[in-house]
């Protein structure tokens, strides 16, 4: 029976069930569209999130494995991206602009967040206890201003000359913290073999 010499329930019945089909794959869309810019979103804010979450001073660079780490989740929300369909019905210097903002975001996340954490928080290794000197590079007044990495480090881990700079906001009960001089550190291997303080005391 065509559509034609249906009866008019029927043909009512069968553009209801279309149009009811059309808004569910819209909300479909819409959903996976949101799903695909997760990454870039959660990338923002790991890139932020240096100033708020417990340091790791690393005593030595860290960006090289930073920046493998950046590469990789930038990667990983490209492909989340193409995945949950984010680019259909976007401009091609729309799609260019995302995938801009997410590779810039991880690689930012890479640096200040990613590798400083999984080299902290997956170390194993044993902690030893070191003495260093601490040098203010910038003297800050206020709690605010303390985010900023304005204390450089240098001690010796394993015969060897370790040098690093640090926000001294979560270290600021320690004087030698603030004011410079002498300090006694708790210093771990670190998961990508390199070295950061753990704890700072005076001496």
């Known amino acids: 029976m065509s559509v034609r010499d249906a009866p008019v329930e029927v043909v009512h019945l069968r553009t209801l ?3 009811t089909a059309g808004v569910y794959l819209d909300r ?4 996976a569209s949101a799903l695909s810019i997760v990454p870039v979103v ?4 790991a890139a932020l999130s240096t100033n708020w979450t417990k340091p790791y001073p690393c005593l030595g660079p860290i960006w090289p494995v930073a920046v493998v780490l950046g590469l990789g989740a930038g990667i990983a929300g490209a492909a989340w991206f193409f995945v949950f369909g984010g680019h259909r019905g976007m401009s091609r210097k729309m799609v260019a602009f995302l995938l801009l903002l ?3 975001f991880a690689l930012i996340a890479g640096v200040y967040t990613f590798a400083p954490f999984l080299n902290a928080a997956l170390d194993f290794g044993p902690e030893t206890t070191a003495m260093g000197t601490i040098q203010v590079i910038k003297q800050e ?8 990495r304005t204390r450089s ?11 690093g700079s640090f ?3 979560e270290f600021w009960d320690v004087a030698a913290v603030r004011d410079g001089g002498p300090v006694r550190l708790t210093v771990r291997p670190g998961l ?6 753990e704890e700072f005391s005076d001496p």
């Open 102 to 104: 997410n590779f810039a």
């Open 141 to 148: 007044g206020t709690r605010t201003s303390r985010f900023a």
């Open 153 to 163: 480090v240098t001690t010796v881990v394993d015969g060897r000359e370790r040098e």
């Open 17 to 19: 069930g279309c149009a």
């Open 42 to 45: 959660l990338f923002f804010i």
């Open 192 to 197: 990508f073999g390199i070295p950061w303080i």
């Open 28 to 31: 479909v869309e819409r959903k």
């Open 167 to 169: 926000a001294p906001s």
